[in-house]
């Protein structure tokens, strides 16, 4: 009788045990699919946000002549395309500033800020 009990807990501990490592394998299965699409999501925005410092970087800071209406279109609408405030706020403070030191200093708020969100 009492092996017979000690037999069923045992039999028992090991069906308990089979189901608890079936859900740990799928529970690690889902951890890491939202992994995989998490950094799938992130990645193209930090793209993106390199694409734009990148085109920055060429078609104003190395430029040698006053930038142009079309480049400045351009570059407006790839700072909105990136759906960001902060970097749309601070590219505005940039266009807008009213002075050569002003538009130094916003340049450099811009590049932080651009820089930050790309490793991110």
Known sequence: ??????VGIIFLL???NLYLLFNLYKLQTQ?????EKQSNVIQPI???TL????????KVLKADKEVDFETRLLLENKVREL?????LDTWNK???????TEAQN???????????KSLK
């Open 1 to 6: 009788m009492r092996k017979e009990i000690l």
């Open 14 to 16: 090991i069906v308990i």
């Open 31 to 35: 951890i890491n699919l939202l992994k």
């Open 46 to 48: 930090n793209r993106k």
């Open 51 to 58: 694409e734009f410092l990148d085109l920055f970087v060429k």
């Open 83 to 87: 759906q960001d405030k902060e970097i």
């Open 94 to 100: 940039f266009v807008n500033s009213k002075n050569e």
């Open 106 to 116: 916003n340049v450099k708020d811009l590049l932080e800020i651009l820089i930050e």
